[in-house]
């Protein structure tokens, strides 16, 4: 019913765009100069109608499961939910709605099979009210703008008006939800600090992240210490850039000065293709194509390499990046004046001479640019490193071992039901959060480094 909603919403959309073009068409037929072209008369009238409705859309979408999860519960025997913890209730509800998907699991109690028969009948009702509110809605506001069409209306100020309103939201939304995911962050990482310390998280060495189920099981106390899983996740990404800088940035410079436009028509997009590739495909080729490579590579020289290894994983994720790289560099190289290179070269440089000393310092800041958003992406994959570098967080830099990384155990933290009542799930987020602020570093570095190296060419 929610497609419905949506598919009468564009309907009355372009029937009121038509109908109002129409209208202004008749009013300049009949001799009347109108102030505005008859398309802004049409386009008034479509986003008059879009943009309130698309919003009480959203706003009901968003807010509807909150309001059909309270009635639910108001509606369950009384005394249910009395002594039940916040994480006990979430539990409850969610095999409430496994029992309304069907899902149904043994011989469910009476009062849940009839909770999950009233949570379907206010879903079902909820659809239908949102596609009568929709319906009313539209009728209304292409009614109210077919009014407006006239020949002093000034329908192209009253577009532009809601355009430039759409775009001071849209800039506003993307601020809130930046502070939104900060704020988050801070306050659910607070939580995890109050219940494990802070200097045994930012300097432990060991990383089990257990929680004890019953109050005399004390070896699952656990442990939270980053240093293994942050050392993990500097070893693979510094194995990727290892590979990925160097043959990125060759490859864009034979591209933009050596390479002739034929090979260049060929390569590039072959290159570019890479950064469409899943990064699942990616995991595939690096447990059956490179994992058995470096076992059978290393057990020729006599070396001890674990089943899964940073090197497979940071290897492929490397080739993975090649494209980012190489692209942002070539289009760096692309925008420096044509007049540095022929002045270089006039001066008596040699070619190599001239990308040494000349072009690549003036793209500095785009190569930088493209550097960064590989380090960015090395440090966020997940796929890769839990099917090639395992789960297993160790305290080492040999790229020959098995490591993990912070965004593989906040997916394993966080999987499932989760209620964020323990150490154990809160430590996704104080992972995220020293995530968070080693990629702001980056950043600022970055940044740092292009305002040093940034000229401006007339």
Same mark, same amino acid.
């Given at each position: 019913?929610?497609?419905?909603?949506?598919?009468?919403?564009?309907?009355?959309?372009?029937?009121?765009?038509?109908?109002?073009l129409?209208?202004?068409?008749?009013?300049?037929?009949?001799?009347?100069?109108?102030?505005?072209?008859?398309?802004?008369?049409?386009?008034?009238?479509?986003?008059?109608?879009?943009?309130?409705?698309?919003?009480?859309?959203?706003?009901w979408?968003?807010?509807?499961?909150?309001?059909?999860?309270?009635?639910?519960?108001?509606?369950?025997?009384s005394?249910?939910l009395?002594?039940?913890?916040v994480g006990?209730?979430?539990?409850?509800?969610?095999?409430?709605?496994?029992?309304?998907?069907?899902?149904?699991?043994?011989?469910?109690?009476?009062w849940k099979?009839?909770?999950?028969?009233?949570?379907?009948?206010?879903?079902?009702?909820?659809?239908?009210?949102?596609?009568?509110?929709?319906?009313?809605?539209?009728?209304?506001?292409?009614?109210?703008?077919?009014?407006?069409?006239?020949?002093?209306?000034?329908?192209r100020?009253?577009?532009?008006?809601?355009?430039?309103?759409?775009?001071?939201a849209?800039?506003?939304?993307?601020?809130?939800?930046?502070i939104?995911?900060?704020?988050?962050?801070?306050?659910?990482?607070?939580?995890f600090?109050?219940?494990?310390?802070f200097?045994?998280?930012?300097?432990g060495?060991?990383?089990?992240?257990?929680?004890?189920l019953?109050?005399?099981?004390?070896?699952?106390?656990?442990?939270?210490?980053?240093?293994?899983?942050?050392?993990g996740?500097?070893?693979i990404?510094?194995?990727?850039?290892?590979i990925?800088?160097?043959?990125?940035?060759?490859?864009?410079?034979?591209?933009?000065?050596?390479?002739?436009?034929?090979?260049?028509?060929?390569?590039?997009?072959?290159?570019?293709?890479?950064?469409?590739?899943?990064?699942?495909?990616?995991?595939?080729?690096?447990?059956?194509?490179?994992?058995?490579?470096?076992?059978?590579?290393?057990?020729?020289?006599?070396?001890?390499?674990a089943p899964?290894?940073a090197?497979?994983?940071?290897?492929v994720?490397?080739?993975?990046?090649?494209?980012?790289?190489?692209?942002?560099?070539?289009d760096?190289?692309? *925008?420096? !004046?044509?007049?540095?290179r022929?002045?270089?070269l #006039? %001066?008596?440089?040699?070619?190599? /001479? @001239?990308?040494?000393? =000349?072009?690549?310092?003036? *793209?500095? !800041?785009?190569?930088?640019?493209?550097?960064?958003? #590989? %380090?960015?992406?090395?440090?966020? /994959? @997940?796929?890769?490193? =839990?099917?090639a570098?395992?789960?297993i967080?160790?305290m080492?830099?040999?790229?020959?071992?098995? %490591?993990?990384t912070?965004t593989?155990?906040?997916?394993?933290?966080?999987?499932?039901?989760?209620?964020?009542?323990?150490?154990?799930?809160?430590?996704?987020?104080?992972?995220?959060?020293?995530?968070?602020?080693?990629?702001?570093?980056i950043?600022i570095?970055?940044?740092?480094?292009?305002r040093k190296?940034?000229?401006?060419?007339?």
């Amino acid at each position: 019913m929610t497609l419905f909603a949506f598919l009468i919403l564009l309907v009355a959309v372009v029937t009121g765009y038509i109908l109002n073009l129409r209208a202004a068409r008749a009013i300049r037929a009949g001799g009347a100069n109108l102030h505005s072209l008859d398309g802004f008369h049409g386009g008034f009238s479509a986003l008059v109608t879009l943009v309130p409705t698309f919003l009480l859309i959203i706003l009901w979408l968003l807010f509807q499961g909150t309001i059909i999860e309270a009635l639910v519960k108001a509606s369950l025997p009384s005394g249910t939910l009395d002594g039940l913890g916040v994480g006990e209730v979430q539990l409850l509800m969610s095999e409430i709605r496994s029992i309304a998907g069907g899902r149904v699991f043994g011989t469910p109690e009476d009062w849940k099979l009839a909770a999950a028969d009233h949570l379907v009948s206010l879903r079902a009702t909820s659809s239908w009210l949102l596609v009568a509110v929709t319906s009313v809605m539209v009728i209304g506001l292409i009614y109210l703008s077919r009014r407006t069409v006239s020949a002093e209306f000034r329908a192209r100020h009253g577009f532009e008006r809601i355009v430039h309103g759409l775009m001071v939201a849209c800039a506003t939304v993307a601020i809130f939800v930046t502070i939104g995911i900060v704020a988050s962050l801070v306050f659910e990482t607070y939580r995890f600090f109050q219940m494990v310390p802070f200097w045994d998280f930012v300097l432990g060495t060991s990383w089990e992240p257990q929680i004890p189920l019953r109050e005399d099981q004390i070896a699952a106390e656990g442990a939270f210490g980053m240093l293994p899983v942050f050392l993990g996740t500097l070893v693979i990404a510094f194995v990727a850039m290892f590979i990925a800088t160097p043959i990125g940035l060759l490859s864009a410079i034979y591209l933009h000065e050596f390479a002739s436009s034929r090979v260049r028509s060929v390569v590039k997009p072959v290159l570019e293709i890479l950064a469409g590739v899943p990064t699942v495909v990616y995991g595939f080729f690096a447990i059956l194509v490179i994992a058995p490579a470096i076992r059978s590579f290393g057990t020729d020289l006599g070396l001890p390499i674990a089943p899964n290894t940073a090197l497979a994983a940071g290897s492929v994720m490397g080739i993975m990046l090649i494209p980012f790289i190489s692209s942002f560099a070539d289009d760096a190289l692309g *925008a420096v !004046p044509r007049s540095l290179r022929d002045g270089s070269l #006039a %001066v008596g440089a040699t070619q190599a /001479e @001239t990308i040494s000393k =000349v072009l690549f310092p003036a *793209a500095i !800041p785009g190569i930088v640019g493209g550097i960064l958003l #590989a %380090v960015s992406r090395a440090i966020g /994959e @997940t796929m890769i490193v =839990v099917m090639a570098a395992g789960l297993i967080a160790k305290m080492t830099i040999n790229p020959l071992d098995s %490591v993990t990384t912070v965004t593989v155990q906040i997916v394993t933290l966080l999987i499932g039901d989760t209620a964020f009542d323990s150490p154990k799930t809160l430590a996704a987020f104080a992972l995220g959060m020293v995530l968070f602020l080693m990629t702001l570093i980056i950043n600022i570095f970055a940044l740092r480094i292009v305002r040093k190296y940034r000229e401006i060419y007339d």
